[in-house]
Nanobody, 125 residues
């Protein structure tokens, strides 16, 4: 069972930056695909970015060019660097992992990921 713990959320002004971190209990075959999602109360969980163990990265149109997903395998860490933040980026951000994930990162859904963190709140004003 893989455990994920997010950190790094907080309050920031529009145009600012934050880096979210996700500490995994392991990076292994069980975490061959990792991703970041976010959710606003009353709305569906939205996929933002994904990364496969081989290093391929994918982004939603809403964050492409502003957010960067990365991994530090020796440290069992997943990151989301968020730049040029907008008020509409305000949400709870979640780290997710799965052994396979969505094939080719096509239309990623929360149900494609087995393991989830507890979330970290990002507020942009």
């Amino acid at each position: 069972h893989v455990q994920l713990v997010e950190s790094g959320g907080g309050s920031v002004q529009a145009g600012g930056s934050l880096r979210l971190s996700c500490k995994a209990s392991e990076l292994s075959a069980s975490t061959g695909c990792m991703a970041w999602f976010r959710q606003v109360p009353g709305q569906e969980r939205e996929w933002l970015a994904g990364i496969y163990s081989g290093g391929d990265t994918y982004y939603s149109d809403s964050v492409k060019g502003r957010f960067t997903i990365s991994q530090d395998e020796p440290k069992n860490m997943l990151y989301l660097q968020m730049n040029s933040l907008k008020v509409e980026d305000t949400a709870m951000y979640y780290c997710a992992a799965d052994s396979v994930g969505p094939i080719g990162m096509l239309d990623p859904q929360p149900t494609d990921f087995v393991y989830w963190g507890q979330g970290t709140q990002v507020t942009v004003s």
